[in-house]
């Protein structure tokens, strides 16, 4: 079945600077990524998504980049603020056979004043 | 237009008993899925209902059971209940024909003792 690895489980960043989280994954097949953010207590809440048809998409201050022969994608938040703190997570499936989505284990991330 | 919604948010059980968790979907989905998050862990898949069916199903024993309703509302059922089922259950609601696109509940918090 399908794997996703996430890295890095915890990450620091200042308020204003980058922060970049990356994930792979083992299934060639698999063709849709999402990714979610959960704050504390809260439900896991879909920010931005990418299919393998496409290799970049952006939405605001949030871009997803996919390298499907490297099979890795990855979440990059610019301009960080404060409500970016949470925990991250990647996910991946493959649309043709399946309907599960399988995650990552999660990205901390911190944005310090 | 309504989100989805779970029931009850919190709930306290001892080893040995059942439970059931109830899922309403967002409006005009017809599609749900289960996923187990123990603490610090990624969402895991533990079934899909489409039709008043299971689609699909993971990694999870027998004791996990489901139902849906013809108005696509869902149940989860953990019977024999284990320390290690302690977790929060979430419910992933979404539209057949574009399933890979879901979207969570609050969750159900489930403490076994």
């Known amino acids: 079945g399908e794997n996703v690895e996430q890295h890095p489980s915890t990450l620091s960043v200042q308020e204003g600077d980058s922060a970049v989280i990356k994930c792979t994954y083992s299934?060639?097949?698999?063709?849709?990524f999402p990714w979610y953010k959960q704050e504390l207590g809260k439900r896991p809440q879909l920010i931005i998504d990418i299919r393998s048809n496409v290799g970049e998409k952006k939405d605001q201050r949030i871009a997803v980049t996919l390298n499907k022969t490297a099979k890795h994608f990855s979440l990059h938040i610019t301009e960080t603020q404060p409500e970016d703190s949470a925990v991250y997570f990647c996910a991946a499936l493959n649309t043709g056979t399946a309907s599960k989505l399988t995650f990552g284990t999660g990205t901390r991330l911190q944005v310090t004043l | 237009d309504a989100g989805v919604t779970q029931s009850p948010t919190h709930l306290i059980k001892t080893r040995g008993q059942q439970v059931t968790l109830r899922c309403s979907p967002k409006s005009g989905h017809d599609t749900v899925s289960w996923y187990q998050q123990a603490l610090g862990q990624g969402p895991q898949f533990i079934f899909q209902y489409y039709e008043e069916e299971e689609r699909q199903r993971g990694n999870f024993p027998d004791r996990f059971s489901g139902h849906q309703f013809p108005n696509y509302s869902s149940e989860l059922n953990v019977n024999a209940l284990l320390l290690g089922d302690s977790a929060l259950y979430l419910c992933a609601s979404s539209l057949f024909r574009y399933q890979e696109t879901q979207y969570f509940g609050p969750g159900t918090r489930l403490l076994v003792l």
């Open positions: 299934d060639s097949a698999s063709n849709y």
